[in-house]
């Protein structure tokens, strides 16, 4: 999220978000800070029907079934995300990529669909658009200290975060589900 507003993204503005993985890990808690942080036009990328009602309980304003993303046909689609928060990566992040906005951002962090990337550069030089890879294992302290604090203060949704515990021995039923789309949340093993 920091990375999008160094890059532009604002609630002055109010633009199209899109967050893929949006009832995942760390979609969901996505969905919850650009909610809470005052941006109202969060789309969400589900796949089940049972994920709608969840992911406008976490702020989403509207989602986007993954089927209706289409296909990677054009290096340019019609622009309708002005921002997007990318946990999946692979064909999901390759299809969004032409649908971003000029001057628009995506940021990944995830890659959950894979980890190729099939794209142009014409959305980067007709569009403007940037790139932003977020790594969470080399940030530097004084970066983290900064997001840590918004989290614990202004950004605090510690209350309403969709966590599962389990334990070591239910790991491989949680990991089916996640590969079948029916998990939600964290999960935390519970040792």
């Not at 649908?99 to 980067?124: H, R």
Request: hydrophobic share 40%; glycine share 10%; aromatic share 6%.
């Amino acid at each position: 999220i920091m990375a999008l507003q160094e890059n532009g993204m604002s609630t002055k503005n109010q633009p199209n978000i899109l967050v893929t993985g949006s009832t995942g890990g760390v979609g969901s808690i996505a969905i919850q800070l650009l909610s809470k942080i005052g941006y109202n036009n969060i789309f969400a990328l589900v796949r089940k029907d049972h994920q709608v009602d969840i992911a406008k309980s976490l702020g989403a304003a509207d989602v986007i079934f993954a089927n209706e993303l289409g296909e990677l046909k054009k290096p340019l689609n019609k622009q309708k995300y002005d921002f997007v928060l990318d946990t999946v990566g692979g064909d999901v992040a390759s299809v969004i990529i032409p649908q971003i906005s000029y001057g628009g951002s995506m940021s990944m962090c995830g890659n959950a669909g894979g980890i190729k990337l099939t794209t142009t550069v014409l959305p980067f030089i007709l569009r403007g658009i940037n790139l932003l890879g977020i790594d969470s294992v080399n940030v530097p302290i004084n970066k983290r200290k900064v997001i840590w604090y918004e989290i614990a203060n202004e950004w605090n949704i510690s209350q309403t975060t969709l966590v599962n515990e389990i334990t070591l021995d239910t790991l491989p039923e949680k990991i089916e589900a996640i590969k079948n789309g029916q998990h939600l949340g964290r999960t935390i093993i519970k040792y």
